[in-house]
Nanobody
Framework: QVQLVESGGGLVQAGGSLRLSCAAS????????MAWFRQAPEREREFVAA????????YYADVVQGRFTISRDNAKSTVFLQMNSLKPEDTAVYYC????????????????WGQGTQVTVSS
């Protein structure tokens, strides 16, 4: 089993920043590709960002490109999402996801999921 626990969400004004963290346990962290998804009220869950097991490859949704940065610290089994220049449309529950590393696109699919953390951006 793999357990993922997100933290760092909260309320921020438009233009501000937040850093989300996802702590993993139960498996060898370096063997997993990691990603962030988000889900706004009454909308489907959407891909945000992902990072390969090695940290050498990342991919971002167009709507966050240039504003968000995904990174990982394998020694601490933690993945981060640095969110800058936040917009009201970024408001959502953000979920951490993991998969056993493979050669497919970083957009998915992912096997393991965290419980989510709320991010609210006020205008």
């Amino acid at each position: 089993q793999v357990q993922l626990v997100e933290s760092g969400g909260g309320l921020v004004q438009a233009g501000g920043s937040l850093r989300l963290s996802c702590a993993a346990s139960g498996r060898t962290f370096s063997n997993f590709d990691m990603a962030w998804f988000r889900q706004a009220p009454e909308r489907e869950r959407e891909f945000v960002a992902a990072i390969k097991w090695s940290g050498g490859s990342t991919y971002y949704a167009d709507v966050v490109q240039g504003r968000f940065t995904i990174s990982r610290d394998n020694a601490k089994s933690t993945v981060f999402l640095q969110m800058n220049s936040l917009k009201p449309e970024d408001t959502a529950v953000y979920y951490c996801a993991a998969r056993v590393s493979n050669g497919y696109a970083l957009t998915g699919p992912y096997q393991y999921w965290g419980q989510g953390t709320q991010v609210t951006v006020s205008s």
